[in-house]
């Protein structure tokens, strides 16, 4: 069984510029209480191909974390341009978000982001790859996310309906709940 079982992922703004700050709000159930924060990170994916490329926009720490349905806002950083092949500016990239207890990853939330200029004249002629008009390109995230789930020992004990600890809990099932709010997202667990 799972302790952690996202809930929803609204984007705040989205569309948005490609250097604006991505925004958003991550909804998630815990049953039991965790006496460690989790820990929450965000990378964006230029080059599926080249791991090295990818880019970890921001993390933040969420506890004390109570059984129930909790809410947090996550803002990151946009992408470093310089960072990004020229090639790979224009078009599908990732945007990843994953959530870890104990630095064990339980959870792996993805999206396709597309970047384009803002005008349709600089859609059909864009610049030449190196020279990029970042301060022109605009981001549009697709928000029907494929969500993967890895088991991972949590070492908690859920409490039942009575108050009362239940026994331990020392590895997620593949069967949490997958994000509501999007019907048809694509799931894989991971064992």
């Known amino acids: 069984m799972s302790i952690v079982t996202i809930r929803n992922v609204e984007f705040l ?13 991550v909804t998630f159930e815990c ?27 921001d ?3 969420v506890g004390p974390v ?9 803002e990151g950083s946009a992408p ?15 945007l990843i978000l994953t959530g870890s207890y104990k630095e064990q990853e339980f959870v792996r939330v993805g999206y396709y982001q597309n970047t384009e200029y803002d005008n349709e004249e600089m859609k059909e002629n864009p610049p030449p790859l ?12 697709n928000t029907k996310p494929r969500v993967t789930r890895f088991q991972i020992k949590w070492d908690i004990a859920p409490q039942n309906q009575n108050g009362l ?11 949490s709940a997958a994000v509501p ?9 991971v064992q």
């Open 80 to 94: 470093n341009p310089a960072k990004i092949p020229p090639e790979d500016v224009l078009g599908v990239a990732a």
């Open 31 to 57: 049953i039991a209480q965790l006496p460690e924060d989790l820990e929450w990170r965000l990378i964006y994916v230029s080059s599926p191909g080249n791991e090295e490329l990818d880019q970890e926009l």
């Open 130 to 141: 190196e020279s990029i008009r970042f301060d022109r390109l605009v981001r549009d995230i």
């Open 59 to 61: 993390d933040c720490l």
């Open 181 to 189: 709010s999007a019907n048809d997202l694509e799931m894989e667990d």
């Open 165 to 175: 600890a239940a026994t331990t809990v020392s590895a997620g099932a593949a069967t």
């Open 13 to 25: 703004n989205n569309p948005a510029r490609f250097l604006d700050p991505y925004h958003f709000r």
């Open 66 to 74: 109570p059984v129930g349905v909790n809410a947090f806002e996550f």
